[in-house]
C-alpha cells in the first residue's frame, strides 16, 4: 500500500463520509473501491471488470443465494 | 444448459477450485463482506471448475434482485472467468440425491449437492464458496483458510 494525502471540499468529504458508514467500510476503502471502478481494468484479466458491478447494499448478499432463488420458507 | 467446458475427474489437479454460486456473488457485490478477498482470489485465480447449475442458480439470483439486463451481465462475466464447467449429467444428479438424502437435516439444494459430488471425485481440495452447505464433506471453505 502506498500512502497518499488528497484534499476535498467539505460537501465531498461529508458525502463520501456518510457513504462509508452506509456501506460499513472506511472512507480509504470507498475512495478505493471508487477508484478501482473509474480506472481502467487489466487488459489481460477482462473478467476483473466485472468485479463490484453491483451494490445489493447487504454484508450477507453471497451468503442468502439459497434465499433469494429457491424463498423462505413458510 | 451445455458444457462450455468439461474436464475429466482424472485430469483434477491439486490446486483446483470449485467456485460456488455466492462465490461469483461476493465477487460482483461490492457491498459484500467477502467482497474483498473474492476479489483478490479472481484476480490471480488457479485452475477454478463450476457446473451448469451453479451458473443458473447465479442467473437466477440476478433475475430475482434485479432484471433482464443484469442477469444478461452476469452470463458475460461467467463468460469472462476462466473456469471450467463441467458436465453435470443423470450419473452427477443420481450422486447428488444420495447426498442430499444423507444430509436430510439440512437444506441441501441439488445445486450445492452436485458441486459435493464433485469436489469428492475430482478429489477438489478447496472450495470457493460463503455457504456453509459446501463445507459439509469437509472440503476447506475459502473464506476459513
Redesign the interface.
Given at each position: 500500500m502506498i500512502r497518499t494525502q488528497i484534499s476535498l471540499s467539505e460537501r465531498e468529504y461529508r458525502a463520501a463520509k456518510a457513504e462509508a458508514a452506509r456501506l460499513g467500510i472506511s472512507l480509504a476503502e470507498l475512495l478505493r473501491q471508487s477508484l478501482r471502478q473509474l480506472l481502467p481494468g487489466d487488459e489481460n484479466k477482462p473478467w476483473m471488470r466485472y468485479a463490484g458491478m453491483i451494490e445489493t447494499g447487504e454484508k450477507d448478499a453471497s451468503q442468502k443465494v439459497d434465499e433469494t432463488v429457491y424463498g423462505n420458507k413458510k | 444448459m451445455p458444457a462450455r467446458k468439461s474436464t475429466k475427474p482424472s485430469t483434477a489437479t491439486r490446486n483446483e477450485a470449485y467456485v460456488d454460486?455466492?462465490?461469483f456473488?461476493?465477487?460482483?457485490?461490492?457491498?459484500?463482506?467477502?467482497?474483498a478477498l473474492f476479489?483478490r482470489l479472481?484476480?490471480d485465480p488457479p485452475r477454478l471448475i463450476t457446473t451448469p447449475l451453479v451458473v443458473a442458480?447465479?442467473h437466477?439470483?440476478f433475475l430475482?434482485?434485479?432484471d433482464t439486463a443484469?442477469g444478461l451481465?452476469f452470463l458475460?462475466?461467467i463468460e469472462?472467468?476462466?473456469v471450467g464447467i463441467v458436465s453435470v449429467g443423470e450419473r452427477e444428479q443420481q450422486a447428488a440425491s444420495v447426498l442430499i438424502r444423507r444430509y436430510s437435516d439440512q437444506?441441501l439444494?441439488l445445486t450445492d449437492a452436485v458441486g459435493l459430488h464433485l469436489m469428492a471425485v475430482r478429489r477438489t481440495r478447496i472450495c470457493w464458496s460463503?455457504?456453509f452447505?459446501l463445507g459439509l464433506t469437509k472440503v476447506p471453505l475459502v473464506i476459513h483458510t
Open positions: - | 454460486t455466492s462465490a456473488i461476493a465477487f460482483a457485490d461490492r457491498s459484500d463482506s467477502y467482497h476479489r479472481f484476480s442458480e447465479g437466477g439470483w430475482k434482485r434485479y443484469r451481465q458475460s462475466m469472462a472467468i476462466p437444506d439444494t460463503t455457504d452447505h
